[in-house]
């Protein structure tokens, strides 16, 4: 069935330090790849997106990158902060034809002062 | 104006007892989603509405569930003769939609439900 598998689980990092999270997915048919930031007792919120026709996109500190051949696509967070720390989620839908969101299983970030 | 907005917040249920839980979307959002969440896992897709009807079901986990939107704004999930492993935060989320790429889905804060 559909899948979307994350790593890492948990990722550590010193202020101003680069994060990168890594994630594949099983439906080829997929073509909308949102990632979304969840803080405690709080709904995810979507920081970035990218539709399959786009190879990167970047949003000042936040860019993501989608190889649709190998069904991989990667989040990367340059000059991290304290603030930043909080789980990712990356998902996958197909639009059109079905709106089931498949989502990964998270990555705790945790940027260190 | 305001954002998803869920109710209750917190439930604590018997096992047993059925359960009401509330999703007030985006005013003039077309479509609605329903996810559970488990503890230190992703969302998963329960069921999904455009407007008042309910497109996609098959994220529901058993026939204890079911979800409605009578009229295509604030949805309604209930789960009937709750069991230990409904325990969740349940989540709705709201996009502009309806057809066409997937548009951004906007998430309440959920309702944490716990069956004692």
């Not at chain 1, 994350?6 to 330090?17: A, F, K, M, Y």
């Not at chain 2, 059925?18 to 969440?37: E, K, M, N």
């Not at chain 2, 295509?72 to 709705?92: F, M, N, P």
Request: with cysteine; net charge neutral.
């Amino acid at each position: 069935g559909e899948n979307v598998e994350q790593h890492p689980s948990t990722l550590s990092v010193q202020e101003g330090d680069s994060a990168v999270i890594k994630c594949t997915y099983s439906d080829s048919a997929s073509n909308y790849f949102p990632w979304y930031k969840q803080e405690l007792g709080k709904g995810p919120q979507l920081i970035i997106d990218i539709r399959s026709n786009v190879g990167e996109k970047k949003d000042q500190r936040i860019a993501v990158t989608l190889n649709k051949t190998a069904k991989h696509f990667s989040l990367h967070i340059t000059e991290t902060q304290p603030e930043d720390s909080a789980v990712y989620f990356c998902a996958a839908s197909k639009g059109t034809g079905g709106f089931k969101t498949i989502f990964g299983a998270g990555t705790r970030l945790f940027v260190k002062a | 104006g305001a954002g998803v907005s869920q109710s209750p917040r917190y439930k604590v249920a018997k096992r047993g007892q059925d359960v009401a839980l509330r999703c007030d979307p985006i005013s003039g959002h077309v479509s609605l989603f329903w996810y559970q969440q488990a503890l230190g896992q992703g969302p998963e897709f329960l069921t999904y509405f455009q407007n008042e009807a309910q497109l996609d079901k098959s994220g529901l986990p058993s026939d204890r569930f079911f979800a409605e939107r009578p009229e295509g704004s604030v949805s309604t999930l209930k789960i009937q003769r709750t069991q230990q492993e409904d325990s969740a935060v349940y989540l709705c989320a709201s996009s502009v939609g309806p057809v066409g790429p997937a548009y951004e889905q906007y998430f309440g804060p959920g309702t944490r439900l716990t069956v004692t």
